[in-house]
Nanobody, 123 residues
Framework: QVQLVESGGRLVQAGGSLRLSCAAS????????MGWFRQAPGKEREFVAA????????AYADSAKGRFTISRDNAKNTVYLQMNSLKPEDTAVYYC????????????????WGQGTQVTVSS
């Protein structure tokens, strides 16, 4: 089972940018589809973005389209989430997740999860 550790979350002003990273253990990172989800206080965990094993295909939630970019570096066992034009409603704990099959937008499709990293966007 792959193990995931997120980093990069912090307090940022509205309109600012952040890049989240998710480092994976093991030598099979390139065999996993990777996803980013987020959970705001009092809300359910929601899909943000996902990327296929090769990195050639991606998917985004409507709230992320045009502002967020998911990418991966299989040589570094790392997936990234570049977030631009941040809004207060982007405030949440951000999680990365891994699954063995193709892109999925629902959390229960992902078998491995990181511990999360807090992103807070101030207005």
């Amino acid at each position: 089972q792959v193990q995931l550790v997120e980093s990069g979350g912090r307090l940022v002003q509205a309109g600012g940018s952040l890049r989240l990273s998710c480092a994976a253990s093991g030598r099979t990172f390139s065999s996993y589809t990777m996803g980013w989800f987020r959970q705001a206080p009092g809300k359910e965990r929601e899909f943000v973005a996902a990327i296929t094993r090769s990195g050639l295909n991606t998917a985004y939630a409507d709230s992320a389209k045009g502002r967020f970019t998911i990418s991966r570096d299989n040589a570094k066992n790392t997936v990234y989430l570049q977030m631009n034009s941040l809004k207060p409603e982007d405030t949440a704990v951000y999680y990365c997740a891994a699954r063995s099959s193709g892109i999925a937008t629902y959390q229960y499709a992902y078998a491995a999860w990181g511990q999360g990293t807090q992103v807070t966007v101030s207005s």
